[in-house]
C-alpha cells in the first residue's frame, strides 16, 4: 500500500509564498510522474504541476512563472514552491504519484486560502 502525506498548507496573503512537500511511502515499484493537483471550491480538479521521471517538468499556463515543482527521488518527495500567490490560487492541494504499472496514488489534500 502507497500512502502520500502532504505538508504546507495555509493562509497567505496575496503575493506572498508557500512551499508544500509531500512524500511517498509503502510499495513503490517505479515512478512515472509526481505532481499536484488542485481543486478550487466549485471547480474540478485540475493539474498544477508534474515532473517526470526524466526529470522534465510540466506546468498549468496559469501558475507557469510562479511556482516550482522539484523532486527529491531518494525520498520519494515531491515539493512545489509558490510564490506571487493570487487569490484564485486557493483550493485543496492533492499530491499525486504516478506509477509506470499504471497505478495512481493520491494523497489527501492540503488547503492552501490566499485571502488579505
Known amino acids: 500500500q502507497v500512502q502520500l502525506v502532504e505538508s504546507g498548507g495555509g493562509l497567505v496573503q496575496p503575493g506572498g509564498s508557500l512551499r508544500l512537500s509531500c512524500v511517498a511511502s509503502?510499495?513503490?515499484?517505479?515512478?512515472?510522474?509526481m505532481g499536484w493537483y488542485r481543486q478550487a471550491p466549485g471547480k474540478q480538479r485540475e493539474l498544477a504541476a508534474e515532473m517526470f521521471s526524466t526529470g522534465s517538468p510540466n506546468y498549468a499556463r496559469s501558475v507557469l512563472g510562479r511556482f516550482t515543482i522539484s523532486t527529491d527521488n531518494a525520498k520519494n518527495a515531491v515539493y512545489l514552491q509558490m510564490n506571487d500567490l493570487k487569490p484564485e490560487d486557493t483550493a485543496v492541494y492533492y499530491c499525486n504519484v504516478y506509477e509506470k504499472n499504471g497505478m495512481e496514488h493520491w494523497g489527501k489534500g492540503t488547503l492552501v486560502t490566499v485571502s488579505s
Open positions: 509503502g510499495n513503490i515499484f517505479s515512478i512515472f510522474t
